[in-house]
T-cell receptor, first 114, second 113 residues
Framework: AQSVTQLGSHVSVSEGALVLLRCNYS??????LFWYVQYPNQGLQLLLK??????LVKGINGFEAEFKKSETSFHLTKPSAHMSDAAEYFC????????????FGTGTQLKVEL | EAEVAQSPRYKITEKSQAVAFWCDPI?????LYWYRQILGQGPELLVQ????????DSQLPKDRFSAERLKGVDSTLKIQPAELGDSAMYLC???????????FGSGTRLTVV
């Protein structure tokens, strides 16, 4: 069974600082990997995804993530945090093959301070 | 941009009452998912439909929850009777296939009192 671990339930950064949110997965076969963002009382918005090809994936709002098979990781980064980035971030995986359910991590709440 | 529609956005109900949520996926998306998100946790799958057929309902509490997608388009999730522990965000998502991604609706925030 697949699982996702997000290290750090709360991360706080200063505006303009690097954002690094960690995600590790457990799967016998490298899955599809996703990062979603959720604002209070809203649904989930896709930031980026990795399915195949280049392991460095660029997403919306300046975020990017790198798939590292040897480390079973898919960490999310942004060079310079903005106040509007404050939200909850979820890493998720699905089995390859299409049409499969997403399995989510427990989420990381990002706080951006002046 | 196409969206997944959900209603209502918020619902307050008393314990032991019945409650229903509605979801209209993006047109052409054959796969529809209902997730439950308890405060402070990640979403967990309740049920997955492929067209009108249930693909996975292993985590659906079938003694009180039911879900249907009669014509393979929109879907309804029902809880009867509601319990205090059912208070959560209920999210609907749809996809063409897993490669292209999953689109989520804005969710229904349920509070059981």
């Amino acid at each position: 069974a697949q699982s996702v671990t997000q290290l750090g339930s709360h991360v706080s950064v200063s505006e303009g600082a690097l954002v690094l949110l960690r995600c590790n997965y457990s799967s016998s076969v490298p899955p599809y990997l996703f990062w979603y963002v959720q604002y209070p009382n809203q649904g989930l918005q896709l930031l980026l995804k990795y399915t195949t090809g280049a392991t460095l994936v660029k997403g919306i709002n300046g975020f990017e993530a790198e798939f590292k098979k040897s480390e079973t990781s898919f960490h999310l980064t942004k060079p310079s945090a903005h106040m509007s980035d404050a939200a909850e971030y979820f890493c998720a995986v699905s089995e390859r093959g299409g049409g499969n359910k997403l399995t989510f991590g427990t989420g990381t709440q990002l706080k951006v301070e002046l | 941009e196409a969206e997944v529609a959900q209603s209502p956005r918020y619902k307050i109900t008393e314990k032991s009452q019945a409650v229903a949520f509605w979801c209209d996926p993006i047109s052409g998306h054959a796969t529809l998912y209902w997730y439950r998100q308890i405060l402070g946790q990640g979403p967990e799958l309740l049920v997955q439909f492929q067209d009108e057929s249930v693909v996975d309902d292993s985590q659906l509490p079938k003694d009180r929850f039911s879900a249907e997608r009669l014509k393979g388009v929109d879907s309804t999730l029902k809880i009867q009777p509601a319990e205090l522990g059912d208070s959560a965000m209920y999210l609907c998502a749809s996809s063409i296939n897993g490669v292209s991604g999953y689109t989520f609706g804005s969710g229904t925030r349920l509070t059981v009192v």
